[in-house]
């Protein structure tokens, strides 16, 4: 007869399901600031502020795909480029972000 390996604590099996979800958290926390908008060093680009707002309403939560609500919009100057930081917190798992944004419109006003 085989010998079969321990079997694992059902109580082991969450511990490393909860450790391998916080990595998972963290890597996607990570690659979202590596797309376009997750840093003020590569904002995606916005012809007005009305667009960002609805564009960030639209971006899904990294961790759980749910939808997010802005809960701050602020203009910021760096390095003399004109951005928008929009904050956004998931509206399931509450997690929060930035998202950032260059207005390129040609406004004329
Ligand atoms: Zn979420």
């Given amino acids: 007869m085989?010998?079969?390996p321990p079997k694992?604590?059902?109580r082991t099996a969450r511990r490393e399901r909860a450790r391998l979800?916080?990595?998972l958290r963290i890597d996607r926390e990570r690659l979202f600031t590596?797309?376009?908008?997750?840093?003020p060093t590569?904002?995606?680009e916005a012809s007005s502020a009305a667009v960002i707002e609805a564009h960030a309403a639209g971006a899904p939560c990294p961790l759980c795909a749910a939808a997010q609500e802005v809960t701050e919009h602020a203009a910021s100057v760096q390095r003399?480029?004109?951005l928008r930081e929009v904050k956004l917190r998931c509206r399931q798992?509450?997690?929060t972000r930035s998202l950032w944004f260059k207005i390129v419109g040609t406004s004329l006003n």
């Fill in 42 to 44: 590569h904002p995606l």
């Fill in 8 to 10: 694992k604590s059902d």
């Fill in 34 to 39: 590596l797309e376009p908008g997750g840093q």
């Fill in 80 to 82: 003399g480029i004109r």
């Fill in 2 to 4: 085989a010998k079969r």
């Fill in 21 to 23: 979800l916080a990595r």
């Fill in 93 to 95: 798992c509450g997690s």
